[in-house]
């Protein structure tokens, strides 16, 4: 079993930025391919960013491309997740994932481990 536990949301004004975390309580954390997802009121979860257990790979959204990026410290057990530029639209709950041994998939469905989220607003 592993837990994440997400933070370092907050509140910002459009064209700031933010940097969540996710810590991960596997001892194998290297082991594992991470992924950033949000969910807006009233919308589904949307994939965001992911990075390969390797940190070689990573993958975003078409949204947050070249605004948002993805890195991992495994000698802290920890994803990071640099917003830049932030807009309105980029407001939600943001959670954090875990693949055992993924390649940075996009998919919901290939995450074994979810954390419970961190709440991201931006302000227009």
């Known amino acids: 079993q592993v837990q994440l536990v997400e933070s370092g949301g907050g509140l910002v004004q459009a064209g700031g930025s933010l940097r969540p975390s996710c810590v991960a309580s596997a001892r194998t954390f290297r082991h594992y391919a991470m992924g950033w997802f949000r969910q807006a009121p009233g919308k589904e979860r949307e994939f965001v960013a992911a990075i390969s257990w390797s940190g070689d790979n990573t993958y975003y959204a078409d949204s947050v491309k070249g605004r948002f990026t993805i890195f991992r410290d495994n000698a802290k057990n920890t994803v990071y997740l640099q917003m830049n530029s932030l807009k309105p639209e980029d407001t939600g709950v943001y959670y954090c994932?875990?693949?055992?041994?993924?390649?940075?998939?996009?998919?919901?469905?290939?995450?074994?481990?979810w954390g419970q989220g961190t709440q991201v607003t931006v302000s227009s």
């Open positions: 994932a875990a693949d055992h041994l993924g390649e940075a998939a996009p998919l919901r469905s290939e995450y074994e481990y």
